[in-house]
């Protein structure tokens, strides 16, 4: 049974630093594409950052790039983000996306790509 367990979310106020964390479990994790997604209360959930399996190619939506970083730690079938500059606009809950292994492998922008999700970490930025 696959599970991403994420933590690392909480309070933080405006320029704070976050680091989230998404312990995968159950599924061949360096094969894995995987991201990062949010949702704001009341909007749809959105893409933040994606990664494919091998950490070569990554793509961050233009509202957390240069503020956001994402690695992973094969070793430790685990994947990061670490949220700098924080604003209020950042306050969601931050779900850790991953996507079955398949060949050929790349890189995926959409939920609907992804077969497994966290339970979600809520981050508040306070300003």
């Known amino acids: 049974q696959v599970q991403l367990v994420e933590s690392g979310g909480g309070l933080v106020q405006a320029g704070g630093s976050l680091r989230l964390s998404c312990a995968a479990s159950?599924?061949?994790?360096?094969?894995?594409?995987m991201g990062w997604f949010r949702q704001a209360p009341g909007k749809e959930r959105e893409f933040v950052v994606v990664?494919?399996?091998?950490?070569?190619?990554?793509t961050y939506a233009d509202s957390v790039k240069g503020r956001f970083t994402i690695s992973r730690d094969n070793a430790k079938n685990t994947v990061y983000l670490q949220m700098s500059s924080l604003i209020p606009e950042d306050t969601a809950v931050y779900y850790c996306?991953?996507?079955?292994?398949?060949?050929?492998?790349?890189?995926?922008?959409?939920?609907?790509?992804?077969?497994?999700w966290g339970q979600g970490t809520q981050v508040t930025v306070s300003s």
């Open positions: 159950g599924l061949t994790f360096s094969s894995s594409p």
């Open positions: 990664m494919t399996m091998g950490g070569a190619n990554i």
């Open positions: 996306a991953a996507r079955r292994p398949t060949i050929p492998s790349g890189i995926y922008y959409y939920e609907v790509n992804y077969n497994y």
